[in-house]
């Protein structure tokens, strides 16, 4: 199944692009996508992942919605979806 993953900042500077699409198995979670991506684009990687864990501090978003709301990482994929991530924002 295909899903897009859309980039930001310091992302899409990495990556060289503003959005990747992943061909991922049917089934795939949102944290198995985000893996695939590290692995296809290492530069992103290392901005996305300390060892084995992601960056405690990226939100990650599937259609708009924040992982957290659903099942986290392990939030499941369908075909057509988009996956967003951003470090928090803060500003006043």
Do not use: W, Y
């Amino acid at each position: 199944m295909k899903v897009t993953v859309k980039l930001f900042g310091e992302f899409r500077a990495a990556a060289g692009a503003d959005q990747i699409e992943l061909d991922l198995p049917r089934g795939a979670t949102c944290g198995e996508a985000l893996r695939t991506l590290a692995e296809r684009e290492p530069s992103l990687g290392e901005l996305l992942f300390a060892g084995d864990a992601l960056h405690d501090h990226l939100h990650v978003f599937v259609n708009g919605r924040n992982v957290v709301h659903d099942q986290g990482l392990a939030t499941p994929l369908s075909p057509g979806d988009v996956v967003t991530f951003f470090p928090p924002l803060s500003g006043g």
